[in-house]
């Protein structure tokens, strides 16, 4: 009786001992599987704005070319269509023909400020920070990258008002400036 007892004592503590392996093997795989898991929730955003290189018009866009007694400024986006919410660059370019015809002597300096509001519906000024790109024709930088995001509103498609003004300083760095907009849609898919 003595040894019928004692070898139920070892059955006992080895189904403990097992139970104890289980346990832990389950949890190891749910710890692994919440891991792979977390993984998997970072796969890159399938719905990010595609990038096109060359800047552009876009369809929505009321003008491209905006004549200003500076002369022709280009307006065009690195996308094909503005989607809310992704970012975009919006980039602004004195057209080398303008450079052209300033006298030889005359140095000017560009700036360009500007800003976005809703024109559909108003949701604020977005500012937008101009910066000079090194494509330049002596001391005279003729393009200007910003780069910004719209948030979305409740209709599908909007209409959005982007004002710039432009400033140019001569040789004499005396400050002269013009303003003009156009109007682009944005949609939230």
Known sequence: MLSCTNNNHKVTKRVFTINK??????????????????????????????SITPFQCI???TVCEVNTEFGTFL???????????????????LKQSALLNDKPR?????????????KTMFMGKIPLFFSPVDEKRGNNVNHFI??????????????????????????DEKMKNTSFFI????TRY
């Open 106 to 118: 005359e140095q000017h300096r560009f700036e360009i400020a500007g800003y976005l509001e809703g």
């Open 59 to 61: 369809k929505s866009q």
């Open 146 to 171: 910003a780069e910004t995001m719209l948030g979305s509103c409740s209709e599908d498609v909007m209409t959005w008002r982007l004002w710039l003004t432009v400033e140019k300083a001569g040789f």
């Open 75 to 93: 307006v065009t986006f690195n996308v094909e269509q503005v989607l809310t919410e992704l970012p975009f660059n919006i980039r602004v370019e």
């Open 183 to 186: 109007d682009f849609d944005s």
């Open 21 to 50: 392996l289980i346990t832990r093997l389950i949890n190891k795989c749910a710890i692994s599987a919440l891991f792979l898991v977390s993984l998997s929730a970072c796969s890159p955003d399938t719905n990010q704005q595609k």
